[in-house]
């Protein structure tokens, strides 16, 4: 049993910064990934970034790359998602997620339950 729980998001202005954070719990496998995935009203569930337990390495999709950074703390199975130069089209339900790498949509088996990130103009 894996448990994967959110926080950290919020409303915040155009060009501000936001940090999320996932706590991972139960039985976790150091072959595994970890990473973000975002869903907006009217949309399907798209890629974010995941960055793998063991390696550190990571992987951003291109709407976001440069802007946010993606990083775990082992000791603490936790994963962060800094969100920085936020846009109005940031605006999503965010949701943490775990699985073997490459990361998807498809390849995830744990979800978290998600935090709404909400970008004004």
Known sequence: QVHLVESGGGLVQTGGSLRLSCVV???IL???AWGWFRQA???E???VA???KSSGTTAYASSV??????SRDNTENTV???MNNLKPEDTA???CAAGFAPLTSTTARYWGQGTQVTVSE
């Open 45 to 47: 569930r798209e890629f």
């Open 30 to 32: 150091s072959s595994w």
């Open 25 to 27: 719990s139960g039985r």
């Open 65 to 70: 790359k440069g802007r946010f950074t993606i």
């Open 93 to 95: 339900k965010y949701y």
């Open 50 to 52: 995941y960055i793998r």
């Open 41 to 43: 009203p009217g949309k």
């Open 80 to 82: 962060y998602l800094q």
